[in-house]
């Protein structure tokens, strides 16, 4: 069973930072396709990033190129988000996602399988 538990969000000044964090467990780390969505109210979902656990580059959503990065700590099964120069368009619920089927890295990060209860994130 894959349960994944975002923490981090908060209220941020714009140009602030933030640290989203992603718990992941029964996610078997060099398996699957992890990775980060938002979805702001009125607006669709938008992928942010997503990296094949068994190695290859991290892909990032050109809104967040430069400014966001995803990284892991494999010892903890845990997932982040690092988030920095963050401006109002970032307001937004974030989500973790995990996935395993195979072309993952060909899909959404919407679309994959599991997700966690999202963290808010609001810059203001």
């Known amino acids: 069973h894959v349960q994944l538990v975002e923490s981090g969000g908060g209220l941020v000044q714009p140009g602030g930072s933030l640290r989203l964090s992603c718990q992941a467990s029964?996610?078997?780390?060099?398996?699957?396709?992890m990775g980060w969505f938002r979805q702001a109210p009125g607006k669709e979902r938008e992928g942010i990033a997503r990296v094949y656990t068994l190695g290859g580059s991290t892909i990032y959503a050109d809104s967040v190129k430069g400014r966001f990065t995803m990284s892991r700590d494999s010892a903890k099964n845990t997932w982040y988000l690092q988030m920095n120069s963050l401006n109002g368009d970032d307001t937004a619920m974030y989500y973790c996602?995990?996935?395993?089927?195979?072309?993952?890295?060909?899909?959404?990060?919407?679309?994959?399988?599991?997700r966690g209860q999202g963290t808010q994130v609001t810059v203001s």
């Open positions: 029964g996610v078997i780390v060099t398996r699957y396709c």
């Open positions: 996602v995990a996935d395993r089927r195979v072309g993952c890295m060909e899909k959404s990060e919407g679309d994959y399988l599991y």
